[in-house]
């Protein structure tokens, strides 16, 4: 039986075909691919590296607390931007809601429309009920009124 280490081109294309369609089956089932590590990224490649050191040469306990103390950064830095998150949908709302019973002048368009905040939605893009219609916040050009 003989064994050889290099792939020929036709294997090579053969095998970049089997990866490509595996790859497509993992999008289409509701997987998105990302170039971004998260924080499960993180711990997987930590188990790893720890499930496969060198017995005779383990990690050191500097290495391993430097690498403990990058997830918990980087486990901090998701919380704090999940809550700055949160924090601009407050404000965005209660922006929203300041404005009930105010006129305002709305950009639609080709066209600008005026009248009275009648409503407001809550959440991330919060909206405003002027005539009927509900309009974003960011086509609010001017508020009147006290």
Excluded: C, H, W
């Amino acid at each position: 039986m003989s064994f050889t280490a290099t792939m020929s081109a036709a294997e090579k294309f053969q095998t970049q075909n089997v990866v490509d369609s595996f790859n497509k089956t993992l999008t289409a089932n509701g997987r998105k691919t990302s170039n971004e590590l998260g924080k499960d990224d993180f711990l997987k490649i930590l188990i790893a590296q720890l499930s496969n050191q060198d017995p005779t040469s383990p990690l050191e306990n500097t290495e391993f607390i430097a690498q403990m103390a990058q997830f918990s950064s980087l486990e901090q830095m998701t919380n704090m931007s999940q809550n700055f998150e949160k924090l601009a949908g407050m404000l965005n709302s209660s922006e929203a809601q300041s404005l009930l019973g105010k006129t305002v002048e709305l950009d639609a368009g080709d066209t600008s429309v005026t009248g009275q905040v009648q409503a407001a939605t809550r959440g991330v893009q919060p909206q405003v009920f002027v005539n009927g219609m509900y309009y974003s916040m960011d086509k609010v050009k001017a508020v009147y009124g006290i």
